[in-house]
């Protein structure tokens, strides 16, 4: 039974990672056909219909192409980290809150976090081992930056754990059966949002891949499937970041296609700020993680634990008044 239980679950979860993998595959097709249509000029849309097999093509000419390494890089650690970075991007999935139980995650929240801080070393060993100073800047840049912005991420789920009573992303269902939490904290909702950007080293937080200053940065001297293995990571965590946002916010029953409809909407916003926004100055950034973020979030876990005790306090009034 204890086998059966074990092959069962490796199986649900490599249908996952191929289902995310095809997900990351037509993100970037959305990506760059919507960038296609803000700037006024046509998408991807030679290769076989309406352009679909094109990332499928992307992917074979980046596999294909051959595969340089800088001669004074730290080779192995260089090799590894790009493995390791999309090893971490897929392994956060797991904590997908599937009413089945693929895998009963009553700490969901917690493995999440452990997770996106183990993305910040794969970052910064990437931009040290290549020996480039450019790379070595760019790492740099976006540890101090993840780090900066995890501080109010942590804060925002701890909010919501004080109001569902728990680290499970389940317990979000049952919470917002009736109403979604983003109507009594859209405030909150546009913290959130904008960490996930930074924390996703996405436009206009991308200073860890600054092209008019840093070369591309942490991956400048990453070619063919490094570069590759980088670029399905950062995706993959952009998805993962647009179903947590739909999980905590906007309703939590993933087996409703309307979830979907929601998580592609979330995911076509990341690409709209990209195609709108400009970059963020660096000093800026980190005004508003330190100066802004964090006291708003603070105010917001004060307030949400003051929301939580009177619940309680009601709750406890009503079953006493019953009693007696």
């Not at 970052?123 to 501080?151: C, H």
């Amino acid at each position: 039974m204890f086998y059966f239980d074990l092959i069962l679950s490796f199986i649900g979860s490599l249908l996952l990672i191929i289902c995310v993998m095809v997900g990351v595959a037509f993100l970037t097709l959305l990506e760059r056909s919507v960038l296609g249509y803000i700037q006024i000029r046509k998408g991807p849309n030679k290769v076989g219909f309406a352009g679909i097999p094109q990332p499928f093509c992307d992917a074979i000419k980046l596999f294909t192409s051959e595969q340089t390494y800088p001669v004074l890089s730290n080779y192995l650690s260089y090799y590894f980290s790009p493995i390791f970075s999309l090893f971490l991007s897929l392994l956060v999935w797991l904590c997908v809150p599937l009413l089945i139980k693929l895998f009963s995650f009553n700490l969901g929240l917690l493995f999440f976090l452990c997770c996106t801080s183990l993305g910040v070393y794969t970052v910064m060993i990437a931009g040290w081992s290549s020996n480039s100073n450019y790379a070595l800047l760019g790492g740099l840049r976006a540890v101090a930056q993840t780090i900066s912005y995890e501080v109010s991420l942590a804060l925002v789920l701890l909010s919501f754990v004080f109001l569902v009573g728990g680290y499970n992303l389940l317990l979000f269902y049952d919470c917002q059966f009736y109403v979604w939490f983003i109507v009594m904290s859209f405030p909150l909702s546009l913290v959130w949002f904008t960490s996930c950007l930074a924390e996703t080293n996405r436009t206009p937080f991308d200073f860890a891949e600054g092209e008019s200053e840093l070369v591309s940065g942490f991956n400048v001297e990453y070619s063919s499937g490094g570069f590759a293995l980088i670029f399905l990571s950062e995706y993959a965590s952009i998805l993962f970041m647009s179903m947590l946002f739909v999980v905590i916010f906007l309703g939590c029953d993933i087996f409703s296609m309307l979830f979907y409809f929601k998580l592609v909407w979330v995911s076509f916003m990341f690409i709209w700020v990209r195609g709108t926004l400009p970059r963020f100055r660096y000093d800026k950034l980190m005004y508003l993680a330190w100066k802004m973020f964090l006291p708003f979030s603070l105010n917001f876990l004060l307030f949400f634990l003051g929301v939580k005790i009177l619940i309680n306090s009601l709750i406890l009034w009503i079953k006493f008044s019953k009693v007696n």
